[in-house]
């Protein structure tokens, strides 16, 4: 059995809210580490260094303002 990887490598727009948010909303939304996000995203899709690039800055977006909340 292969595992069948997408691969937007080629395209260089965000695809985040396109793609993989519809799909990982929960795990995106609820999760606490990065690193977590990161492999279960990696695990299906090749993504090039600046589709990853979007991801943090919208992982760190998320936590800015979950640490906003919490002060």
Do not use: C
């Amino acid at each position: 059995m292969t595992i069948k990887k997408f691969n937007y490598s080629n395209i260089n727009k965000d695809i985040f809210y396109k793609i993989i948010y519809p799909i990982y909303s929960r795990e995106f939304l609820f999760g606490d580490k990065y690193e977590d996000f990161v492999f279960l995203v990696e695990a299906n899709y090749i993504l090039n260094p600046i589709q990853w690039g979007y991801i943090l800055e919208y992982w760190e977006e998320k936590e800015s303002l979950l640490e906003y909340v919490t002060i």
